[in-house]
């Protein structure tokens, strides 16, 4: 059973929704599972907090249609129901097209879906919108729609008539909860980690949630999912070592399903926090993730012994994995916004600093120019950019192919012991760049 949140654009309350639902389905007995469509770090990580188990992205373009369905179906099988939120607006994806969309998401997995539509401001107007999006593809397989933002008078008053001109079942709604809303910043929602009330606000939407929208008429269009197919791929241990990991609320990005691909291939993941921690683990591997590290730069900058730690460790040519704010963190220095400036790490020569715009944004294919710690001259894996900063450094050892244009450009240094860079990969896109960067901890271990 697995049901899609989906929206006609951000900022409809795609998350606030789905959390909500979430813990309701937990307060009713249920363990439901939970995924992100897209590339997107932030969303998971509420996921998580609410269901106490890690949440999962499912990614068309960087994992492909069959992956998608295999982890799908491998992360579900202990679980009742399967919650997925879309990203952006539901036939929103890449370029002018929907591939890699909400839509084509639940299309190859064959999810129901759930529309939030923000409903303050609009009436009869509501029907328009959601025939729209019904029959804009046959396909649609829009089931409900919860509408959000809106008085119970004005749910009652309007549900008959948007059911009668649309044919879409309305499953409820949420009103508006000023003091339940979750932040935003540069790279959208603020982190889960960051919010003290957490629970105390998915607790309130929840509340609400068991209230005013109809769980069991939600439970009933789940079950409606045919059993999902996909064909298993096939992992194997490499070898036995033990991986450093960035994790605390600098470097923080992750993707779930990566991490547990690098497991089942034989590695070990150590956590710890370059904010507070003296010096890395002993380890084989490093592996610095994406984050704020730009929000941490003083407290970073004055762990000075992490610093030298972690320099040693690169420059004595020991594996390292670094993507975007990891890579950051590895330059010599980082301004922000108003020219104040910190000393980073310094294993790679140059500066990083923030500027006012997305660089680089979106959807790219990364083709690798030289043999490398993760990948052999000209292998491929698709990726992702979102980052406002910028360095002097931005390497040349991966062509990045922009997938809505014929944009290109030279990103990531990278050799036998490095890759760094601001793309960030789902190794499931390409399992032998996990392999690879095993299979060179083990190298570096000496065994």
């Known amino acids: ?57 499912l990614d068309i373009f960087m994992l492909g249609e069959n992956i998608c369905r295999y982890l799908l179906a491998k992360n579900t099988q202990n679980s009742d129901v399967a919650v997925l939120e879309g990203v952006m607006g539901f036939y929103d994806g890449i370029g002018t097209t929907p591939e890699g969309s909400a839509y084509a998401l639940a299309k190859e997995t064959d999810t129901p879906v759930i529309m939030t539509v923000a409903a303050k401001g609009a009436s009869l107007s509501l029907a328009a919108l959601i025939n729209g999006f019904k029959n804009f593809r046959e396909d649609s397989n829009i089931k409900g729609v919860i509408l959000n933002n809106v008085s119970e008078m004005t749910y009652r008053y ?66 409606e999912a045919p059993v999902l197919s996909c064909m298993e791929p096939k992992t194997e241990k490499v070898a036995k070592v033990r991986i ?21 291939m034989g590695a070990e993941l150590v956590p710890f926090s370059p904010l507070v921690d003296k010096e890395i683990p002993p380890c084989e591997g490093l592996f610095l993730g994406g984050g704020y590290p730009e929000l941490y730069a003083e407290q970073l900058a004055k762990n000075t012994s ?7 460790f690169v420059l004595q040519n020991k594996p390292c994995l670094a993507e975007c704010g990891g890579f950051m963190y590895l330059m010599e220095r980082y301004t922000d916004k108003d020219g104040a400036s910190w000393p980073w790490v310094g294993a790679i020569k140059g500066e990083v600093y ?94």
């Open 1 to 57: 059973p697995r049901f899609m949140i989906t929206a006609p654009k951000s900022g409809s309350g795609k998350t606030t929704i789905t959390c909500a639902i979430l813990k309701a389905l937990l307060n009713q007995g249920l363990k439901p599972a939970a995924f992100k469509a897209g590339p997107d770090y932030i969303d998971p990580m509420f996921h998580s907090r609410v269901v106490g188990a890690k949440s999962r992205n």
């Open 306 to 312: 992490m610093l030298a730690s972690i320099k040693q």
């Open 158 to 223: 309007y549900k008959d008539v948007i059911e009668k001109e649309t044919g879409v079942k309305l499953l409820g709604y949420m009103p508006e909860m000023d003091d339940c809303g979750f932040e935003s910043r540069h790279l959208g929602l603020i982190t889960a980690e960051e919010i003290n009330d957490l629970q105390a606000i998915i607790n309130r939407l929840a509340e609400q949630a068991a209230a005013t929208i109809d769980i069991a008429a939600i439970i009933e269009i789940a079950k």
């Open 244 to 264: 450093a990991i960035a994790q605390d609320k600098a470097f923080c990005f992750y993707y779930q399903d990566s991490l547990d691909l690098l497991v089942e």
């Open 354 to 447: 923030m500027t006012k715009k997305l660089k680089r944004f979106g959807y790219i294919t990364l083709e690798s120019s030289n043999d490398n710690l993760l990948a052999k001259i000209g292998e491929k894996i698709n990726a992702h950019e979102f980052h406002y900063s910028d360095s002097t450094a931005n390497g040349s050892s991966f062509v990045a192919k922009k997938a809505s244009s014929n944009a290109q450009w030279e990103c990531i240094n990278a050799d036998d012991s490095l890759c760094a860079g601001y793309p960030h990969m789902h190794l499931w896109g390409n399992p032998n760049f996990a392999a690879n960067f095993i299979r060179a901890c083990k190298k570096n271990s000496g065994e």
